[in-house]
Every structure is written in structure tokens, then in C-alpha cells.
């Protein structure tokens, strides 16, 4: 199979700046490493226009949703050219909370009144892509939709390069168009955040106190370990998504940002979160449990830092969920290939602290990427444990349905390599509002107050960039 067309850009482009000369083609998809971090966070990609698209809208226990995408990546498979960033053009897109429900046997939220899809995949033969490290750029294209060969593809290709470089030409690139306002037609409670002006939940504070008691009740009967419990916090959209995107990763810069607009909704993410990624058949997952707010003072953010690293309770919650990931890994790597080289360190963020760990394996003879998806989606540290009793209970208690929150950007390439993000610290945009929910793991110890408050602190951030 012949090596895509590459050409580097000299200078290197500003990342939010080819966002924006690109905003209006379908489907447009930045994942932004807009906070640079030891082994994470050097690569940004930014892709439109896809030659196919993959939707599903109502998911079915047995559904297969990643059939097709299989097939159309076996009869593509390229090698990656050496020394360019890994993803080099391939499948891209979102996987939202629901996507579950094809392989267990789960409830629908009573609401969803934003309705996106579970699934939007899309084929993309090219991708601007940065190497943050080496401070390079370059656009790599294959030209899959010029023909079968090679010379149609490469004449395809350099027409691609092409309209991308005329298009990044463009020194003052159209405004972004608003959001159009429309009054959202709500079926689920609606209240006032205490304290946050223009914001509402879909909880009262009485009402998640209550909800936090109600899991620690199934806790202490043995349904569950752990559960992650959220609240829906919304604002109307003032902005374009673009605009939102743009102060997002200024105010909360994050290795796993996203941007992702298809038609009149819009994914605007800035997570600190990585899923799972598989490169060579290594398979690298980094749950994040435990959090703490920032202070302004420097003493004051170490004592954070190191209350956060001897708690036992923020220790546990994050190791039962390791464990989880250990169990969700072995259906589809190596027996004994599992290991966790980091457990519970701290990690500093823009408004908050959180206590990270990384667990490993190896894929198994005839697994891929997809078979991962299937064993260990949604992500244990935004569920809880057993997983699937977990989502039974946030599904009762939550009652709205949480679309791409604690869903997942990816990237599958044409090579195998993939990477993905769990997408919190999110906004999802549609119908003239924007919401962003926001929660914490629930164990036996919580504290109800505290966890009301930890969900204000990690959206602290969003709520800034909606100001």
C-alpha cells in the first residue's frame, strides 16, 4: 500500500487559528493537546470533510456498530510514515455514554431532550497534524476519494493539500456564526445553582445530597462498590461553539481537548482524561479518582497536593477502579501482560488536583482496537464498580441521559494505531443551550456536602468560560 502524500508547513500554524479557517466545513474535528505533559500531550490533530460517516442513533443490545469501520480500515491498512505524528488519517470521532447499552443489557434515562447521537464516525483521508515537542506541523493526505489508483489517489491527494494551505491563507477567516437561541423543550426538573448566576441544573441541592445518600444505602446493602454520580449544569449558548472552544482552552487548557461540530451540535471539550490507546499493540488506560481544588497560594496548593496523595478514601476510590480497568483489560490482552506502572499520583491541572494512575497490557492474538472498545466501554472511572450495576443506579438516579459526557473522543488510524479521551469537562451544544455535567465517584465514606461541592469545583473552570 502506498505512503500518503505529506507536506510540513513552514511556519508552523497556530492551532486555534487553522480551527477557525476550516470551522465551517462538515464535520470539523480538532483533538488539541492544549497542556503539554511527560508522555502525554505532544501531538494536536485537525481534520473536515469526511468521505464517509458512520451515525447511530438508537442503540440495541447485540448491535455490531463497529462492522463496517473494521472492514473499511483492513482494506486501507498503511503503514505510518517514520517520524510524523501517529495519527496519519483513519476513522475519527465520537462515542457517546449510551454507545454501552449494544453490549449489556441496560435502562434508558427517562430524559434526552438534547438528543445526539451514540455514535458519529467518520473516514478522514487527511489531517493537519502538530508535533508540539519538536514545534513542527504537517498535512498528510492519502487521497482515498480520487480513485483506485495510485496515480488518481495522489492527483486526489495534492488537490487536498491544497485546499487546506488556501484555505489557512486566509488571514481573517469569516466570523463564527452563533448559536441560534430556541427554546429547548424541557421534560426534566430544571434548577437554580446556589451561588452560579445563569446556570441550572438538573439537581437541587437537596435533591443530589439525597441522591449521594441513595448510593451509599445501595453501597452498604453490597450492590456496589462505588458509583459516579453527576449533575446536568446549563446555560443558554451566548457564543458559537468556535468562540467557546477559544476561551475553553485558554481558561482550561487540557491535554485531551476536542473540538467537534456536525450540523447545528457541537462538542467542545477540554479533559484531562485519556481512555484507552494502542499503539504496537500496547494497550495504556489512565484512570482518573480523586480530586481537589486549586488555591491561590502556592503553600496552600502543596498542602492540597499532599492531603490529596495520603487520603485513604480518595486512595481506595482509585484503586477499586484500577482494578476494574485490570478485569476490563484481560478480556482482550495477553494473561500476564497487565501492569500498572502508576498508581495514585497527583496531577496538577488549571482549577483543580487529581490523583492519576496508568494501567497496561498487551492486545491478544487477534484483538484490535474495536475489541477494546467493546470490553471496556464506558470507562470504569466515570461508571463505577461492578460496572454495570454502577450504571443502573446512575441511570435511576441521574433520570436524564448523559450523551457524550463520560463518552469518548477517538482516533482509530489507518495503521492501528488509536487513541481516545473520556470526555468530561465537556460542553455539549445544540438547540441554544450548553451543558456540562459534572460529578464525582460516590464510596461508602463520602461525604454528601463535599461531593456537592467537588462537581461546582471541577466545573469551575467551564463555568468561567461561559462568562
Known amino acids: 500500500m502506498p505512503l500518503p502524500l505529506v507536506h510540513e508547513l513552514d511556519p508552523v500554524p497556530d492551532v486555534f487559528a487553522s480551527l477557525s479557517a476550516i470551522a465551517d466545513w462538515p464535520d470539523v474535528v480538532l483533538l488539541e ?16 470533510a469526511p468521505e464517509r460517516t458512520f451515525e447511530l442513533t438508537v442503540p440495541r443490545y447485540g448491535d455490531q456498530p463497529f462492522f463496517e469501520i473494521r472492514e473499511i480500515l483492513k482494506q486501507r491498512f498503511t503503514e505510518r510514515v517514520p517520524g510524523l505524528p501517529p495519527f496519519q488519517g483513519g476513522v475519527l470521532g465520537l462515542l457517546s455514554y449510551e454507545l454501552g447499552r449494544c453490549w449489556e443489557r441496560l435502562p434508558r434515562a427517562t430524559h434526552d431532550e438534547f438528543e445526539l447521537p451514540v455514535m458519529l464516525l467518520g473516514v478522514y483521508d487527511w489531517v493537519l497534524a502538530w508535533d508540539h515537542v519538536d ?65 441550572l441544573s438538573n439537581f437541587s441541592r437537596a435533591d443530589y445530597l439525597q441522591a449521594v445518600e441513595r448510593v451509599i444505602e445501595y453501597i452498604r ?34 491535554p485531551f481537548a476536542a473540538y467537534f461540530a456536525h450540523d447545528d451540535w457541537a462538542i467542545i471539550s477540554s479533559s484531562p482524561e485519556r481512555f484507552v490507546r494502542v499503539e504496537d499493540g500496547v494497550v495504556e488506560t489512565r484512570p482518573i479518582k480523586g480530586t481537589r481544588q486549586r488555591h491561590s497560594s502556592p503553600e496552600a496548593d502543596l498542602l492540597t497536593r499532599d ?32 501492569s500498572v506502572p502508576q498508581l495514585c499520583q497527583v496531577e496538577t491541572y488549571e482549577t483543580v488536583q487529581h490523583l492519576v494512575s496508568e494501567v497496561r497490557g498487551r492486545l491478544a492474538e487477534g484483538c484490535d482496537f474495536w475489541d477494546l472498545i467493546r470490553a471496556t466501554f464506558p470507562g470504569g472511572s466515570i461508571t ?84
Request: with cysteine; charged share 25%; aromatic share 6%.
Open 33 to 48: 493537546s492544549a497542556l503539554l505533559r511527560d508522555g502525554i500531550g505532544r501531538y494536536s490533530f485537525l481534520t473536515a
Open 307 to 338: 492531603e490529596l496523595r495520603e487520603s485513604a478514601k480518595d486512595q481506595a476510590e482509585n484503586v477499586m477502579i484500577v482494578d476494574l480497568l485490570r478485569n476490563d483489560l484481560s478480556k482482550v490482552c495477553r494473561p500476564g501482560s497487565i
Open 221 to 254: 446493602a453490597g450492590d456496589i462498590y462505588q458509583a459516579n454520580l453527576s449533575q446536568r449544569l446549563m446555560s443558554p449558548a451566548l457564543v458559537s461553539p468556535l468562540q467557546l472552544y477559544g476561551r475553553l482552552r485558554r481558561r482550561n487548557p487540557a
Open 384 to 467: 463505577g464498580a461492578p460496572k454495570v450495576r454502577a450504571m443502573e443506579i446512575i441511570t435511576e438516579l441521574e433520570q436524564v441521559a448523559r450523551g457524550p459526557y463520560c463518552g469518548s473522543m477517538i482516533y482509530c488510524g489507518f495503521d492501528g494505531t488509536a487513541d481516545s479521551s473520556i470526555l468530561i469537562r465537556t460542553f455539549i451544544q445544540r438547540h441554544g443551550w450548553v451543558h456540562c455535567p459534572a460529578g464525582g465517584g460516590i464510596v461508602v465514606a463520602s461525604d454528601p456536602i463535599a461531593e456537592y461541592e467537588e462537581t461546582l469545583h471541577k466545573a469551575a473552570g467551564m463555568i468561567r468560560a461561559l462568562a
Open 135 to 199: 514545534r513542527r506541523a504537517w498535512i498528510i493526505a492519502h487521497g482515498w476519494t480520487g480513485g483506485t489508483t495510485e496515480t488518481e489517489r495522489a492527483k486526489a491527494a495534492d488537490r487536498r493539500i491544497e485546499s487546506v494551505l488556501d484555505a489557512l491563507r486566509v488571514e481573517e477567516p469569516d466570523p463564527p456564526r452563533r448559536s441560534p437561541f430556541s427554546n429547548l423543550s424541557m421534560t426534566s426538573a430544571v434548577h437554580p445553582v446556589p451561588g452560579v448566576d445563569g446556570v
